[in-house]
């Protein structure tokens, strides 16, 4: 049981929590609040990403298994940069 996983998805699941359902994209530093095109379908990606990023490192903060660690970074930085690119095409003016 690894108890820093399972604080590191509740910080993600209260991100989800405030980007996914309530809406503050202005946390976001990266995308500017005026350059996107739409904003629901933005928070809505944003935090799909954020929710099964958390559920992920719930999941591995109470099972061990092999490779624990890379897998866990192969997974949240390629879905990460898959939808970093996908935002700036398709949803940033």
Do not use: C
Not at 6 to 12: C, D, E, K, R, Y
Not at 34 to 54: A, H, I, N, P
Not at 58 to 69: A, K, Q
Not at 71 to 91: A, E, P, R
Request: a positive charge; proline letters at 1%; hydrophobic letters at 50%.
């Amino acid at each position: 049981m690894d108890y820093h996983l399972i604080g590191l998805s509740i910080i993600f699941f209260i991100s989800f929590y405030f980007i996914g359902i309530k809406k503050y994209i202005r946390w976001l530093s990266r995308w500017k609040q005026f350059r996107v095109k739409d904003q629901e379908r933005f928070s809505q990606l944003v935090g799909t990403y954020l929710l099964v990023v958390g559920a992920a490192l719930l999941i591995s903060g109470f099972l061990n298994y092999p490779y624990e660690n890379a897998i866990i970074y192969v997974f949240t930085l390629g879905y990460g940069d898959l939808l970093t690119v996908y935002i700036s095409n398709h949803i940033l003016e």
